[in-house]
């Protein structure tokens, strides 16, 4: 892959490894997706289209950069699904210990089980919020429980998790579903009150995974799974807006940009939505601050959400 020097073509004062407050780490992967390829070239097109974005927010009247954002190397492990969740388990541990918000860019969803796996075990009481069209909730797939349709299996069972968006599953899945933090895209387009809910249903740090296949076809075709009956741009930034305002976001990533060399549009909207989740967590931070992200230094081998073992 290749990548640029800086994310987004800032200047480099603000892409320093030692001051920057955020990392960004691509990880272009997908070796289990089954059926659009070609996940693995998402961050490098989610980079290209970055360079050409604005770099003022006009909402929340900030220039996020500035709070520094370094681009870390990209994780190119891909000898086995496993290896590369190791390996993402990894890298994200290296920064959430240096104090930085991390921030992922895949790659297919399966990546997300290395870093939810990070982020757990240094913030206490964690919750994910997956924002996604499908459950992932699957033990096993394709004979490896580190397929992206196992995404957020291990969540399931060791953190709070709240999914949203929801609109294709396996039934087999709804063994390991916990209803009351379910919303379902049938269910959200009747309730005017869903983003009330999905953020009660949420503890106090939150790490976000947001698969791009969550928005509407309409909106981001370019995706290995596209399924009708997504989430609208200002819907999902609404919900953003509101979670980073009432949580700790302690981190997120995005996953399944899947381009195409007609669609840029979907480059563009993964892009924004990168900027407009840091412009929503620095929202309120000085830029000459000191960034305190609230980890726990020892690793929290005491699981706040135990399940039942299987
Ligand atoms: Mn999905």
Redesign the pocket.
């Known amino acids: 892959m290749k990548t640029t020097k800086n994310y987004a073509g800032t200047p480099n004062e603000f892409a320093q490894q030692e001051t920057a407050k955020i990392v960004l780490i691509p990880v272009p992967y997908d070796g289990t997706s089954t059926w659009g390829k070609g996940a693995d070239k998402g961050p490098e097109a989610f980079l290209e289209a970055s360079e050409n974005m604005e770099l003022y927010d006009i909402e929340t009247d900030t220039e996020v950069y500035r709070q520094g954002i370094y681009l870390a190397g990209a994780i190119t492990e891909n000898s086995t699904p496993e290896a590369v969740v190791n390996k993402v388990h990894e890298t994200t541990k290296k920064y959430i210990k240096r104090n930085k918000f991390v921030t992922l860019f895949g790659g297919e969803?399966s990546i997300s089980i290395g870093s939810i796996r990070a982020f757990n075990e240094h913030f206490e009481s964690l919750t994910v919020l997956q924002i996604?069209?499908?459950a992932?909730l699957r033990a096993e797939y394709g004979g490896t429980p580190y397929n992206?349709a196992c995404?957020v299996h291990e969540a399931s069972r060791t953190t709070n998790l709240v999914q949203v968006g929801i609109r294709?599953m396996d039934a087999i899945e709804k063994t390991y579903m916990n209803e009351d933090n379910m919303f379902f895209a049938h269910d959200m387009v009747n309730d005017e009150f869903w983003m009330d809910k999905v953020v009660e249903a949420c503890t106090d740090n939150v790490f976000i995974t947001f698969?791009?296949?969550?928005f509407d076809p309409s909106i981001l075709p370019s995706?290995?799974?596209p399924?009708p009956g997504g989430l609208l741009w200002y819907e999902a930034l609404g919900l953003l807006k509101m979670v980073f305002a009432e949580k700790n976001v302690v981190g997120f990533d995005i996953?399944?940009l899947c381009p195409n060399d007609i669609d840029k549009s979907s480059d563009f909207l993964a892009a924004k939505l990168y900027y407009k989740m840091l412009s929503y967590k620095f929202n309120e931070e000085a830029e000459d601050g000191v960034y305190d992200s609230g980890f726990t230094s020892k690793e929290n081998n005491h699981q706040k959400f135990k399940f039942e073992d299987e």
């Open positions: 969803h996604d069209a499908h992932d992206h995404a294709s698969d791009l296949d969550a995706t290995g799974t399924e996953v399944e």
